[in-house]
């Protein structure tokens, strides 16, 4: 066991506070991992409140890891000390299922072992990235590309995934006009990503407030959703919206965006049910879908696919000492795109 800095939540009321924890010796499989930079994802805010049920404290989240290879076990072959690499959501599977198999550890049905609050193969309660090392077993770590800038390449490994994976699973690609919902963390890189793949790319936005940024990060088209005349104006029109949005929508106006064939993916997760209008699918033969993070294979092609496209995360860099502050802006929409802790300051 080795000790290390971190920043953890001592309880789900108090402020995120300086700590050391322990990490693993390194086993056979496994990675160390100096920690450079990790990124503030809403879930960690949710997780260390407990909105998502009970944890164990002190909890330390943070799943947005890139950092540098500083010892390897004795039975590791894709990585070597030196290396870039990236950690995301998870950083265990069970590997036996059918989904394991097929090489869809995000969907494993023994459920996948999130990179925090999560209770691993081997019983431990696992611990994010606010810290200055971590260790991973080497399937579930990332190469970085070298065309990455470190610190922006960070919010790819939750907010880049997440988007990614539900944009090529639907084709969105040439000749397909793509919707966005909610431009925060999620929201910008959908709009990034979907234009790089060469969709015809909206954003539906609450108000118009961020829609320089939007056109510039690649939509053609910018819209507010507290304008009534948005949805009569769009109808038809989708072939796919990507909903980054947790709070509660009234899908079924979105729903009718779409046109034949069309899918509405949530990406977004509002903890409480929402209602859709069976018609509001028969029209146009339309499809309501999830999508959850995406596979190891798949976050190492998005991964590579943003180094050839030059596209990167739009970050405010913050030292240890202002996580909880960001925290409240994160609450309030005020960030542009992305908080990254330099892990440094740690
Ligand atoms: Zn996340
Ligand atoms: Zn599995």
Redesign the pocket.
């Known amino acids: 066991m080795r000790t290390v800095n971190a920043y953890a939540a001592p309880s789900a009321t108090e402020p995120l506070v300086p700590t050391t924890i322990e990490r693993r010796d390194v086993g056979p499989k496994d990675v160390l991992i100096a920690i450079r930079y990790a990124?503030i994802?809403?879930?960690?805010i949710h997780t260390v409140r407990g909105d998502w049920g009970p944890i164990t404290y002190p909890q330390v989240v943070g799943?947005?890891i890139v950092g540098e290879v500083v010892e390897v076990g004795s039975a590791v072959t894709k990585h070597a000390v030196g290396d870039r690499v990236g950690v995301g959501?998870m950083v265990n599977s069970c590997r036996e299922c059918e989904n394991c198999r097929a090489g869809m550890e995000n969907y494993c049905l023994a459920g996948n072992t999130g990179t925090y609050a999560g209770t691993d193969r081997d019983g431990t309660i696992t611990q994010g990235g606010y810290s200055t090392h971590v260790v991973v077993d080497e399937d579930f770590v990332l190469r970085v590309p070298a065309a990455l800038d470190y610190a922006a390449a960070a919010p790819l490994l939750?907010?880049g995934i997440?988007t990614y994976s539900p944009l090529a699973h639907w084709n969105a690609g040439p000749g397909k006009r793509v919707a966005v919902v909610g431009m925060g963390g999620l929201g910008h890189m959908a709009v990034k990503i979907a234009a790089a793949m060469g969709a015809e790319v909206t954003v539906l936005s609450r108000t118009l407030a961020k829609k320089d940024d939007g056109l510039a990060f690649g939509a053609t088209d910018y819209y507010a959703t507290d304008d009534d005349a948005t949805f009569e104006a769009l109808a038809n029109r989708f072939d796919l919206i990507v909903n980054t949005v947790s709070a509660p929508l009234d899908l079924n106006l979105y729903l009718r965006l779409l046109r034949l064939d069309g899918t509405m993916v949530n990406v977004g997760a509002p903890p409480e049910p929402l209602p859709i209008q069976v018609f509001s699918l028969f029209n146009n033969r339309r499809s309501f879908a999830g999508s959850s993070?995406g596979s190891i294979a798949e976050t190492q092609e998005m991964l590579d696919f943003c180094a050839e496209h030059g596209i990167a995360p739009e970050t405010e860099l913050i030292g240890a000492d202002q996580i909880n502050d960001a925290y409240e802006r994160v609450l309030s929409s005020d960030v542009r795109y992305r908080f990254v802790i330099d892990t440094a300051t740690l």
């Open positions: 990124g994802c809403h879930s960690d799943h947005e959501c939750c907010a997440t993070i």
